[in-house]
C-alpha cells in the first residue's frame, strides 16, 4: 500500500505558494518540484476544485484561496488522493470461503485498517500547511547555522 505521490507533489507546491510573495507559474512549482509541469497543473486543478487555490491564466501564477494555517494535510489528502471512507488499505478479492481462515480473514482486517486510515487521517487534520512551513524554515536556519560552525 502506498499513498501517491500526489500528495506529496501538492503538499510542496502549496508550502512553496505560501512562502513565496509572488505569482508563480506551473513551470516555476515544477521547477522546485523536479517534474513536469504537466503533473503540476493536473495537481492544481484537483486542488482548484477543492478550494484550496486557484490559477491566473497565462503568465498569472497561482495563489491560496485560504489562510496556509487553514489548510490541514487531511484537506489536501481528501483534494487529490480520491480515497473513499474506510477504502485506503485494500484486502483480497477472493480468499477461500472453505478455508475457516479465508473466509474470516477480510473482515477481521478491515476492521483493523479502518482504525489505521482513521487514526492517520486525524494526524493530517492536525498539521496545516503553515506548520510544514514553519518546520521547513527552522531545518534551513539550522543547516545554516551548523554550516557556519
Known sequence: MR???RFSIAVHMLSLIHVRTDLLTSEQIADSVNTNP???????RLLKKSGLLDVKRGSGGAFLLK???????????????????????????HPNPNCWVGANINQVLELILLKAQTAMEQVLREISIKEITVLMVQRKN?????AEA
Do not use: C, N, P, W
Not at 504537466?38 to 492544481?44: A, F, G, L, N, P
Not at 487531511?74 to 474506510?86: F, I, P, R, S
Not at 539550522?142 to 551548523?146: D, E, F, G, L
Open 38 to 44: 504537466v503533473i503540476i497543473r493536473q495537481i492544481s
Open 67 to 93: 489562510e496556509a494555517a487553514d489548510i490541514s494535510l487531511y484537506d489536501v489528502y481528501k483534494a487529490v488522493e480520491v480515497v473513499e471512507e474506510g477504502e485506503l488499505f485494500h484486502t483480497h478479492d
Open 3 to 5: 499513498i501517491s505521490s
Open 142 to 146: 539550522a543547516s545554516h547555522a551548523s
